[in-house]
């Protein structure tokens, strides 16, 4: 008994201490953040009376059974400013189901209008979308591909905004800032929005202000041709490929421009059946990036050491829900650990770290908050609410992305899920017949539904040992894993 206890509180410390030193990288970032501030960063213009100026350019538009989105898409781009001469348009379409008829009618229209636009179809969906990228930047005559997803709407000047940057031929990569058209749709977009606007303001600009790595997000960015090729190309060997593709194409020198300003709305899962499959996929891939990835950058000799510290931690981001739910369920016996044995009741008081640890993420995301939405009282006492309220439902999430860590550091393989777009304001009536929708039950909510219990026990144990040092942590477990599973279980809600 006494050897398993010091296995739980050491594996409980190892959580908290890991917790700890990635709350300390993020803070860091905020610091790089704050400084970037107080340096004016010019936009770069083309001069368009010169029109040998204005590169040419590919748009890739990967998209699978999309048939929601696909009009507003393919509309938007079609509206897209730029010298028709120089655009290329390329529908990557791996779709098995009837929006390819109606995706075919719509790129009839606009072929009309004069765009370069190709309707490509694949006889196999071979390496999913980096499969598709990858066969699409064969015929690509653009010498810079731009790339949306399908729930994407880009303004009508995003080309003029993004491609300038480019003059400078160290770039590889421009990147833009997500934006939301659904964040106040629901609990579950506010939270998703809350969490992305973070990662898209504090993380890339913290990162790109320094020049350490850090990733093309999939979409409302541009690539340099030449990059891509330059990094290796498209690989599908995991499931977050732009994840992959710029960690390769930033070891090889080239940099990337992060726009903050530069503002790409697009659409959030509102359906906790589209968030589960979104957050598995991005979480197991960033786990199977680290196993791919991690050696090269600390093996590198042309990056810096706190370079190489972002670079391994970035990696890590996704197995950060590891540490968060081994101390989560070590914490019910740790309770009784101390209660029974004495000599480690001093390790509580490693309880201070997770505490500072909450502490410096809600300086972070406020500073985030702050920059987007305003400052002021009453947006503070808004923004403790939503950061309680995401802090909680993160922790819900904790075992099913702690699944997809484990698999992707495990090497287990898995298919390319895509999370379905829905067109949610449109379309917000008609869920119960849309065909994208899945009413199956995954393995994980039940699992989810018994550590609701579990929680219940932890908490009834806190007035059992008449220790109440871990209630608050445990009543967030608990609403966190509630909230997951019983709007798992609410099919469509």
């Given amino acids: 008994m006494l050897l398993l206890s010091y296995i739980i509180v050491i594996l409980y410390s190892i959580s908290i201490?890991?917790?700890?030193?990635?709350?300390?990288?993020?803070?860091?970032?905020?610091?790089?953040y704050l400084k970037s501030k107080t340096s004016i960063d010019q936009s770069i213009q083309f001069d368009l009376s010169n029109a040998n100026e204005i590169p040419s350019v590919t748009i890739q538009l990967p998209i699978y059974n999309e048939k929601y989105v696909v009009e507003r898409l393919l509309t938007t781009i079609a509206q897209m400013d730029y010298p028709k001469d120089r655009l290329e348009i390329q529908v990557l379409d791996d779709?098995?189901?009837?929006?390819?008829?109606?995706?075919?009618?719509?790129?009839?229209?606009?072929?009309?209008?004069?765009?370069?636009?190709?309707?490509?179809?694949?006889?196999n969906r071979t390496g999913y979308k980096a499969g598709a990228l990858k066969e699409g930047l064969l015929s690509a005559k653009g010498e810079f591909i731009a790339i949306f997803?399908?729930?994407?709407?880009?303004?009508?000047?995003?080309?003029?905004?993004?491609?300038?940057?480019f003059k400078n031929p160290k770039i590889g990569v421009v990147q833009t800032r997500w934006g939301h058209l659904n964040r106040n749709y629901s609990v579950l977009t506010k939270i998703q929005a809350f969490a992305l606007d973070a990662h898209f303001t504090l993380e890339q600009v913290g990162r790109n202000s320094k020049l350490h790595f850090i990733?093309?997000?999939?979409?409302?960015?541009?690539?340099?041709?030449?990059?891509?090729?330059?990094?290796?190309?498209?690989?599908?060997?995991?499931?977050t490929e732009d994840l992959d593709l710029s960690y390769r194409a930033q070891l090889k020198k080239w940099e990337f421009k992060y726009l903050e300003n530069v503002v790409t709305p697009a659409e959030l899962p509102a359906i906790i059946s589209a968030t589960r499959s979104q957050q598995f996929r991005w979480n197991k891939g960033g786990a199977e990036n680290f196993s791919k990835n991690a050696t090269r950058v600390l093996q590198s000799k042309s990056i810096g050491f706190k370079t190489k510290a972002h670079g391994i931690l970035h990696l890590l981001n996704s197995s950060m829900f590891l540490a968060i739910f081994t101390m989560a369920i070590l914490s019910v016996p740790m309770l009784?650990?101390?209660?029974?044995?004495?000599?480690?009741?001093?390790?509580?008081?490693?309880?201070?770290?997770?505490?500072?640890?909450?502490?410096?993420?809600?300086?972070?995301?406020?500073?985030?908050?702050?920059?987007?939405?305003?400052?002021?009282?009453?947006?503070?006492?808004?923004?403790?609410?939503?950061?309680?309220?995401?802090?909680?439902?993160?922790?819900?999430?904790?075992?099913?992305?702690t699944i997809a860590v484990l698999e992707g550091l495990w090497g287990k393989k898995s298919e390319f899920v895509r999370t379905p777009k829905l067109n949610i304001e449109?379309?917000?009536?008609?869920?119960?017949?849309?065909?994208?929708?899945?009413?199956?039950?995954?393995?994980?909510?039940?699992?989810?539904?018994?550590?609701?219990?579990?929680?219940?026990?932890?908490?009834?144990?806190?007035f059992l040992l008449n220790d109440y040092s871990l209630i608050a942590l445990h009543l967030m477990l608990f609403l966190g894993f509630s909230f997951v599973f019983i709007k798992s279980i609410q099919i469509n809600k």
């Fill in 426 to 462: 449109t379309l917000k009536e008609k869920w119960s017949q849309n065909s994208y929708i899945s009413d199956t039950i995954s393995k994980n909510t039940i699992v989810e539904g018994i550590l609701i219990l579990y929680f219940i026990f932890a908490m009834y144990s806190a």
């Fill in 336 to 401: 009784y650990i101390k209660n029974e044995f004495a000599v480690f009741e001093k390790v509580f008081d490693l309880l201070i770290f997770f505490i500072i640890t909450s502490i410096l993420f809600f300086i972070s995301y406020w500073a985030t908050y702050k920059s987007i939405h305003g400052g002021g009282f009453m947006n503070f006492l808004k923004y403790i609410t939503l950061f309680i309220t995401f802090y909680t439902i993160a922790m819900g999430f904790s075992f099913h992305n």
């Fill in 95 to 123: 779709s098995t189901d009837d929006s390819v008829l109606e995706t075919e009618v719509i790129i009839k229209k606009i072929i009309q209008s004069g765009l370069d636009i190709k309707h490509i179809r694949r006889t």
């Fill in 17 to 32: 201490l890991l917790l700890f030193l990635y709350s300390l990288a993020h803070f860091n970032l905020l610091l790089n």
């Fill in 149 to 165: 997803d399908a729930d994407f709407v880009p303004q009508k000047d995003w080309l003029y905004k993004t491609i300038p940057y």
């Fill in 215 to 239: 990733n093309f997000n999939g979409t409302a960015g541009v690539w340099r041709k030449q990059c891509i090729l330059d990094a290796g190309n498209w690989e599908s060997d995991t499931l």
